[in-house]
């Protein structure tokens, strides 16, 4: 067979209808990087700088003996630039404006979790349902990586990795919305911030407004919120409690070096007067109603109440793609890190579509022994010498013989070509146009495809998922082996001796011989 050329499938509208009415906007890890959320969204596109090229200096250790003859340079080069300490800074910032900045720290390494990627069943089934249906032979690196485009057509399992009665890092399963986390506080953190709503209602209520006057407040410097003035009485329970509900990755002393003094007229009398209101909490789904005053309370209800029933401790889970995306962010960087994994090259995921689609009854093969296919039946040559075969199948395959790069469509033209169809007339003015509708294949079309469908099936004809046709060809014959070499003559061996015992004399044997 020869390669078929290097054209994109469309192979998610032809293997998945259903997945087709997905926007592509929804994909919510395509530009997204495992290890991007600890570094803070480095800058992209810069390589890595290699001085592995650089020839070792002549002066230092393991460089060699210095050349003789000449002084040694001890002083600045001379040259155009002149010595780099009388250069101006390029840079865009001092270097004493660099020391007051926050330090970012290093990522935190990633626990150990034994991680699985799957693809979804169910989308599984209806790709062996398509190929079936239209016989077509896809790569299978190319579903592969369809599969790998978005989230929510693969799964992804966690489990917790035991050495002996240690585990290496624990999971725990929120029931409420199927998410992960490595601990009872981080589901409680992600429940009252996700699903407040749906166990209590808040409650503005007017009161008195701050004593005082107030010329400036301060306004965190990444979301905007005003944290009022910093020596009010709530000021460090509101900043705690902005760092722990929004910038919890953060480390504290970062996020507070963030918080900005403003002087502006307009903010401070925004922060009065939201203080003038106090938020009163009513707990919902309980038999009695009860209200409480403070967060506090509300947390310590929710944790005495809701929490045991919300949160199990599992040694194994398995989640949608799309919905690890709401689980921990340390399983969203694992689960990133082996999605690109994948994307590089997906084998692992191949070996398991094999198996999968090996379940459904199809095939598989290569071509030019490179790229493997699935199909409904391996290519099997038909010898129309020694097996009789209709005329229609014999000129059939004659065709796609004979035509470079064939297609269904050139054979439906060149041996059951359409009827002419007459033009219809422009509707007039007021009448409406006549519906244009497809015309219907005639006889030889449709016999044509029956006769092509049954080649395909059969594995006498291939059709690819670009669209080309050849036809399955002749094996070629296998080499004779190679005779082995013949073993070295064995030297000629004289005549045997016969040898016989007789009875001992005084007690020593008599060996005779001829």
């Known amino acids: 067979m020869s390669q078929q050329p290097e054209t994109e499938l469309d192979l998610e509208l032809q293997l998945l209808p259903a997945w087709a009415k997905q926007s592509a906007d929804t994909n919510r890890f395509a530009n997204y990087r495992g290890d991007e959320e600890a570094r803070g969204g480095a800058r992209k596109g810069r390589g890595d700088r290699s001085f592995g090229d650089r020839p070792p200096r002549r002066d230092g250790p393991g460089g060699g003996p210095r050349r003789e003859g000449g002084p040694r340079r001890d002083g600045p080069r001379p040259g155009p630039g002149g010595d780099r300490r009388d250069r101006p800074f390029r840079g865009g910032r001092d270097r004493a404006d660099r020391r007051d900045e926050p330090r970012r720290e290093p990522p935190a390494p990633l ?101 005082g006057t107030y010329t400036f407040v301060a306004q965190c410097g990444m979301s905007g919120i005003v944290l009022g003035p910093p020596n009010y009485h709530d000021y460090q329970a509101k900043l705690h409690k902005l760092h722990t509900e929004r910038f919890s990755r953060m480390p504290f002393e970062a996020f507070k070096a963030r918080v900005k003094i403003v002087r502006d007229e307009a903010v401070v009398k925004q922060w009065v007067e939201e203080s003038s209101f106090k938020t009163e909490f009513t707990a919902l789904n309980v038999p009695e109603p009860l209200k409480f005053a403070t967060r506090a309370e509300v947390e310590a209800h929710f944790k005495a109440t809701h929490l045991p029933n919300l949160v199990k401790s599992v040694a194994s889970h398995t989640l949608l793609g799309a919905n690890v995306g709401q689980s921990a962010p340390v399983l969203r960087r694992i689960f990133n890190l082996v999605v690109e994994d994948q994307v590089r090259f997906p084998l692992k995921l191949v070996n398991t579509l094999c198996t999968q689609f090996s379940r459904h009854g199809l095939q598989f093969f290569k071509v030019n022994k490179t790229i493997t296919h699935v199909s409904v039946a391996r290519p099997t040559f038909l010898d129309m010498e020694a097996t009789p075969v209709s005329p229609s199948l014999r000129r059939l395959i004659e065709f796609i013989n004979a035509t470079p790069k064939c297609t269904r469509r050139k054979i439906l033209e060149a041996l059951a070509p359409a009827p002419t169809v007459l033009a219809i007339p422009a509707p007039t003015e007021g009448q409406p146009a006549a519906p244009s509708a497809s015309p219907e294949p005639t006889a030889e079309q449709s016999a044509i495809n029956s006769d092509l469908h049954w080649l395909i099936h059969q594995g006498h004809v291939i059709e690819f998922a670009n669209g080309l046709i050849e036809t399955a060809k002749k094996p070629q014959p296998k080499p004779a082996p190679a005779p082995k070499p013949e073993a070295a003559a064995k030297p000629e061996r004289g005549p045997r001796v016969e040898r016989r015992y007789v009875p001992a004399f005084l007690g020593v044997p008599l060996l005779l011989g001829e």
């Open 111 to 211: 626990p150990d979790f034994d991680v699985n990627l799957m693809p979804e069943e169910k989308g599984v089934e209806g790709l062996a349902r398509q190929i079936k249906l239209t016989g077509r032979a896809y790569p299978i690196f190319d579903i592969a990586h369809l599969i790998l485009k978005k989230p929510d057509r693969f799964t992804i399992s966690f489990a917790v990795i035991k050495t002996g009665e240690t585990v290496a890092a624990p999971l725990f399963l929120c029931t409420l919305d199927d998410t992960l986390w490595l601990s009872e506080a981080d589901v409680m953190t992600h429940l009252l911030q996700r699903h407040f709503a749906t166990f209590y209602s808040t409650e503005k209520i007017a009161g008195e407004a701050p004593k």
